[in-house]
Nanobody, 122 residues
Framework: QVQLVESGGGLVQPGGSLRLSCAAS????????MGWFRQAPGKEREFVAA????????AYADSMKGRFTISRDNTKNLVYLQMNSLNIGDTAVYYC???????????????WGQGTQVTVSS
């Protein structure tokens, strides 16, 4: 089992930035690829970004490229999502997830956090 706890969400104005964190415990964190997903009200959960177990390989949804950066610190069992140039369309609950591979499908991830709310509003 892997337990995941997200933090860092909140209210931010359009154009602002936030950094989300996801703390992992349980099984060896560095064995897992890590992903970030988000879900807005009335919408399906969508892929945001993912990183391989080493951090050497990353993937982003097209709409996040150049604005969001995923990173991880295996010495601290943490994965981050730096979000810049936020817009109203980024409002959602953001989830981190652990899985075997860098994949875009939520079903590919075995463990999930409870989510953190990000609201972009003026």
């Amino acid at each position: 089992q892997v337990q995941l706890v997200e933090s860092g969400g909140g209210l931010v104005q359009p154009g602002g930035s936030l950094r989300l964190s996801c703390a992992a415990s349980g099984r060896t964190f560095s064995n897992y690829a890590m992903g970030w997903f988000r879900q807005a009200p009335g919408k399906e959960r969508e892929f945001v970004a993912a990183t391989s177990w080493s951090g050497g390989s990353t993937a982003y949804a097209d709409s996040m490229k150049g604005r969001f950066t995923i990173s991880r610190d295996n010495t601290k069992n943490l994965v981050y999502l730096q979000m810049n140039s936020l817009n109203i369309g980024d409002t959602a609950v953001y989830y981190c997830a652990a899985g075997r591979w860098v994949m875009v499908a939520p079903a590919a991830y075995n463990y999930w956090g409870q989510g953190t709310q990000v609201t972009v509003s003026s």
